[in-house]
């Protein structure tokens, strides 16, 4: 479903839900990673950019405190909570454990959303209605769950009128919702770009201070392919939090070991040459390449932004393929399915660069292909991969959407 088709469905089925019609329609894009993989949580730099597809909301307040969820994915089914309800927390009590509302259960990113705001001091004065829809593929690494947070945010802040709640506000409200009600150790990337992208651009985004600027993505003849190996990122969220505490021991002991007097607040603090002079201090093998990547992956994010803007596609396509490289042997979040589309995607001529996208573990591929090699690029990558694996792939031509917003 697409644009007025999709809106129209979604009244449609809101009246047919809840009767009457909904106060707003709400929009949060999912959002593509070009490159800076696994460095938003090191201090780093990302540069992502939303997507044109994400998640949207039909919602009304309601004048009690019942909140009713229903999601058209989910087969329109409604599930009912009060604010005053001891599970939703809002008092600020509860460890992350008991805060987990039950495992799988969709809506623990929607209420985690509400817990976040009530933890900043925006308290809702009231319950509401609310029907999602999302047209981002589950589990391929678009972040899905993030629009969802990001789409939650801005619907409280417009029916509830929180003006100061800020679009950076946002993002930080939905990754505090992941981390804490979903338990996955995410960083703040996903929610920047659902909250913050601009069409036809890129953010980059130094994760340490929250700097950002927008780069705009002149490809030239060039088109950015996602390719969904249709793997799904199941238990990536235990894998993910390994690497995040992988990379925190790793800091530590170079933070123990420093001589100098220097301040090593993150990973992302140190240049490559500045972690060269210090590696020796990390004896395990396994930490001291999941600290290298982290650290050379934000080098190369710099260079990647440095060579778009001065019109250097081709550059920007070889650090996307030592950012794969390194993600698949360095940092171990790649799979072999990934590793085939990237491998074989590599020698079909015209593909200026290809790596793994998102937090791995399976999920999509991005790759930057010249304009007229995209469709030989898509049939033959997708005839090889379903002989090879029996799947069959999905090609996304996506274009750099607009952040967060109302839609009426
Ligand atoms: C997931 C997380 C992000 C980021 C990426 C890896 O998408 O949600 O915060 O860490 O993985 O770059």
Not at 310 to 331: C, K, P, T, V, W
Request: glycine letters at 10%; hydrophobic letters at 40%.
């Amino acid at each position: 479903m697409k644009g007025k088709e999709l809106i129209g469905n979604l009244e449609q089925t809101f009246s047919q839900l809840y009767g009457g019609k909904a106060d707003g329609i709400f929009f949060a894009p999912g959002r593509v990673n070009l490159i800076g993989e696994h460095t938003d949580y090191n201090g780093g730099h990302v540069f992502p950019c939303a997507l044109t597809i994400g998640s949207y909301a039909a919602a009304r307040k309601r004048e009690d405190r019942m909140i009713r969820f229903a999601s058209m994915n989910i087969r329109s089914e409604v599930t009912e909570i009060s604010l005053d309800d001891p599970a939703l927390h809002l008092d600020g009590s509860g460890t992350r454990e008991d805060l987990a509302l039950g495992a799988n259960d969709w809506t623990n990113y929607p209420k985690g959303v509400i817990w976040a705001f009530a933890k900043a001091g925006d308290r809702l004065p009231s319950g509401f209605d609310v029907l999602y829809y999302g047209n981002i593929p589950a589990g391929s690494g678009l972040s899905s769950s993030a629009s969802l947070e990001v789409l939650t945010g801005l619907m409280l802040r417009e029916l509830f009128a929180f003006p100061k709640v800020s679009g950076v506000d946002l993002a930080i409200r939905g990754q505090q919702a992941e981390n804490i009600y979903v338990g996955m150790n995410c960083g703040i990337m996903d929610q920047f770009a659902s909250a913050m992208g601009k069409e036809a651009n890129a953010i980059f985004l130094d994760t340490n201070t929250l700097e950002y600027t927008y780069a705009p993505l002149l490809l030239k003849d060039a088109k950015i392919v996602v390719t969904n190996s249709k793997v799904k990122h199941q238990l990536a969220s235990s894998d993910y939090n390994t690497r995040r505490s992988e990379c925190e021991k790793a800091l530590s002991i170079l933070q123990a070991a420093e001589k100098s007097g220097k301040e090593i607040p993150s990973l992302g603090s140190l240049t490559p040459e500045e972690f060269e002079a210090r590696k020796s201090a990390i004896d395990d093998p396994v930490l001291l390449r999941r600290a290298m990547h982290a650290v050379c992956e934000n080098a190369r994010t710099i260079e990647a932004v440095d060579a778009l803007k001065s019109g250097d596609i081709h550059r920007f396509g070889e650090l996307m393929n030592a950012s794969h490289d390194s993600l698949q042997y360095d940092y171990e979040v790649s799979c072999p399915e990934i590793d085939v589309l990237v491998e074989e995607g590599r020698k079909i001529s015209g593909v200026i660069g290809t790596r793994i996208t998102g937090g791995g573990f399976g999920g999509c591929t991005v790759s930057i292909v010249r304009t007229d090699a995209v469709e030989p690029f898509c049939e033959r990558l997708g005839k090889i991969y379903k002989e090879k694996y029996g799947l069959d792939a999905e090609f996304y031509v996506v274009d750099a959407g607009e952040g967060a917003h109302r839609i009426s």
